[in-house]
């Protein structure tokens, strides 16, 4: 079994996803060992101990990020976490935590990345006039958004839109793809060439 750690900040949408694919055998032959929070009073732990899971607080206040993520790559290697995914988690993490998992720890943006990293991307989208928005999983590297690129989908913008509407849309995406990207990490059939996330026996030369 492959053992998902999910690190939260928020409401957690997208770590109850991960742990609905778990459950109905969509991400086969693993399990979530534990969600953990830098924040005390995010709304993810409340439902995250609803569907039993385990949870861990790490707050952030008043450390370093360093001394902070030492604390939280200690509770992840208490539960023999095997591969990390950022679900909503809004610290930066330092090269300690990226280097005590390289190349295992996975993010989800609501962008088709390399466009729009960073905060508030359905506001950046909107402003910029683009026509079309998506979400991104990617590997987490030392760059803000910009490790390479496991999954992608694509979600029209409408005339109509807001912020709030675009988010919905893209969020209802972000579900499934997370999901979907989750599984092929943990089944391993995949290499990293270049900056290129590539299923196995699919490399051209
Ligand atoms: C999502 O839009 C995700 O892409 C971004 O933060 C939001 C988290 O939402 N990184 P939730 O906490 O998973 O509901």
């Not at 209802?172 to 270049?194: N, R, T």
Request: charged fraction near 25%; proline fraction near 3%; aromatic fraction near 4%.
């Amino acid at each position: 079994m492959i053992r998902i750690g999910i690190l939260i900040s928020g409401r957690g949408s997208n770590m109850l996803a991960l742990a609905d694919a778990v459950r109905d055998g969509r991400i086969p032959k693993a399990e979530i060992a534990v969600v953990v929070s830098d924040q005390p009073d995010a709304g993810g732990l409340v439902r995250a101990r609803e569907q039993g899971l385990k949870t861990v607080v790490v707050d952030r206040r008043g450390r370093t990020r360093q001394a902070h993520d030492e604390d939280t790559v200690a509770v992840l290697k208490d539960h023999k976490v095997d591969i990390v995914c950022l679900a909503g988690y809004m610290r930066l993490l330092s090269g300690y935590f990226i280097e005590a998992y390289h190349h295992r720890i996975l993010n989800i943006h609501p962008s088709l990345l390399p466009a729009f990293p960073g905060l508030d991307a359905h506001k950046q989208m909107l402003e910029h006039g683009v026509k079309w928005a998506g979400c991104t999983v990617h590997f987490v590297d030392e760059t803000l958004d910009g490790g390479p690129i496991i999954a992608q989908k694509i979600v029209p913008v409408l005339d109509e839109d807001t912020e709030e509407t675009l988010s919905a849309r893209i969020l209802e995406q972000e579900h499934k793809l997370y999901a979907e990207a989750l599984a092929l990490i943990v089944s391993g059939s995949y290499e990293i060439v270049g900056r290129r996330v590539v299923s196995r026996g699919e490399v051209s030369s």
